[in-house]
């Protein structure tokens, strides 16, 4: 196991990339993304982003099955059902989702690298591990899930 794996809380990476974003627009106001309509564009992709974060998290409630991303050994059961079916990480892919939003209304291209830092930790140092104890917990059930669902979409 890596130091740093599991010890940033995902959150807290979702504030750090958006702080990230708006320093990289504010230094480097060009490259612009021009495109119609950042706002409206932005604001549904945070939307989305939103719904697809918390249906994730009701799925865990209604599962009965903790959503704590620092301890994925404590999970109870494995979520295949609702979003889960569509997306292994739903919370993380809303939260990426709404960072892509904010990167839109930013209308900076270089404040959108911070997307890039984040899927690449997430995928290394949250989302392995994560995988890893629950194969190591839930065995073939794990195992089956990871082959017919994919990590992100």
Known sequence: MHSLELRVPPLALVVVAAALMALLAWLFPRPALV????????????????VIAIAGVLAFRRAHTTFN????????????TGVYRLTRNP?????????????????????????????????RFQIAPEERALREKFGADFEDYMHRVRRWV
Do not use: H, R, T
């Open 35 to 50: 495109f119609p309509a950042p706002y409206a564009l932005g604001g549904a992709l945070v939307g989305l982003g939103a």
């Open 69 to 80: 991303p620092m301890k994925p050994g404590s999970s109870s059961s494995v979520v295949s």
């Open 91 to 123: 919370m993380y892919l809303g939260f990426l989702l709404a960072l892509a939003g904010w990167g839109a209304m930013l209308g900076n291209l270089l404040g959108l690298l911070p997307l890039a830092a984040f899927v690449a930790w997430m995928n």
